[in-house]
């Protein structure tokens, strides 16, 4: 459950959320798609309340999210993987989105060549890079990416943050739920701390602030409690 959770994202940012498993994040980031419905407060994006929008609504403003675990459609090709991602352009751009379908697959070598392979054959990696490509046919103002490094190896990891940072060079905001506190921090222009359904730190250096730095890089051992329950600023 969300407790008055309050956060920004500006044009042009990486701003990541991290937090310990259960701490909502994931329930967030489906509020903000419209998967999951909000019993109070406003969601505005771009100057528009979408509060408790369908996610179909959502996608055609610009907000689309890529779930955690991916979700891709095994049984389909990555190509149409990929063209189901703008699903909702297809009749009125369709020369558009073979042009989108040729940029993803320069954003991702991996997948070049792979377009009539079934998804469900691509290594994690590949399923991951594909999941993201999907939401880019959206042609997305905000992208929202939940835990993309789960379940990854530390060198596609890297590669997949190597991504998001040329996204971002592109123009593409990046709102980040991940894990590996370490490098979401690393790459963030700013972050948020949820802990228990609530947004407890905020700040653009998270990375070295030394609650962090106990809580979820493990440089210092602490006593009993939560290391972030203290006054926020």
Do not use: W
């Amino acid at each position: 459950m969300l407790k008055d959770v309050s956060l920004e994202v500006q044009a042009g940012e990486i701003v990541t959320i991290i937090g310990a498993n259960g701490a909502g994040k994931s329930t967030l980031m489906g509020a903000l798609a419209g998967i999951y419905p909000t019993s109070s407060g406003k969601i505005t994006y771009q100057d528009q309340d979408i509060t408790n929008k369908p996610p179909q609504a959502v996608v055609v403003l610009g907000l689309s999210l890529i779930p955690e675990r991916r979700e891709i459609f095994d049984a389909l090709s990555v190509g149409d993987n990929l063209i189901l991602g703008g699903y909702h352009r297809y009749y009125r751009d369709r020369k558009k989105i073979k042009g989108d379908l040729v940029e993803v697959l320069e954003l991702f070598p991996a997948l070049q060549g792979k377009e009539k392979r079934l998804a469900g054959g691509l290594s994690g990696g590949e399923q991951q890079m594909l999941a993201i490509a999907r939401g880019l046919m959206a042609r997305p103002k905000l992208l929202c990416l939940d835990e993309p490094s789960i379940g990854l190896a530390p060198l596609i990891v890297q590669e997949i943050f190597r991504i998001i940072q040329r996204l971002k060079q592109s123009g593409t905001t990046v709102l980040l739920v991940e894990q590996n506190a370490q490098l979401a921090l690393a790459h963030a222009d700013r972050a948020y701390v949820l802990e228990r359904g609530e947004i407890v730190l905020t700040g653009t250096d998270l990375l070295h602030d030394p609650r962090v730095q106990a809580s979820y890089l493990g440089q210092h051992k602490t006593g009993q409690g939560d290391v972030l329950s203290g006054p926020v600023h």
